[in-house]
């Protein structure tokens, strides 16, 4: 396997660091699996959507499902999260 150098805004890198480390996995990884989806979507000629995340069309689909099953039922989402959340500071 080869080794790259490339240069990036600390700013930039930060913000790789975070989301390698929210997700487990090293800055190599996170980075070569960007830049698979961006030469997949490039070939493709297509633009990388959120809706070809499969995550995020199971989280639609869960919203759907619940939709369905809470129709005609009253519930204010926003005074619930709030009282979760308690108060702010």
Excluded: C, H
């Excluded at 070569?32 to 297509?46: F, I, T």
Aim: net charge positive; charged share 35%; no cysteine.
């Amino acid at each position: 396997m080869a080794k790259v150098m490339i240069t990036m805004p600390d700013e930039f890198l930060k913000q790789i660091d975070k989301a390698a480390a929210a997700e487990q996995r090293s800055r190599s990884e996170l980075m070569r699996e960007a830049m698979r989806a961006y030469l997949a979507n490039r070939v493709s000629g297509k633009r990388a959507s959120l809706l070809d995340k499969p995550s995020v069309r199971a989280a639609i689909a869960l919203q759907d499902q619940s939709r369905r099953e809470t129709r005609g039922i009253k519930f204010d989402s926003v005074a619930f999260i709030r009282k979760m959340r308690g108060p702010l500071r």
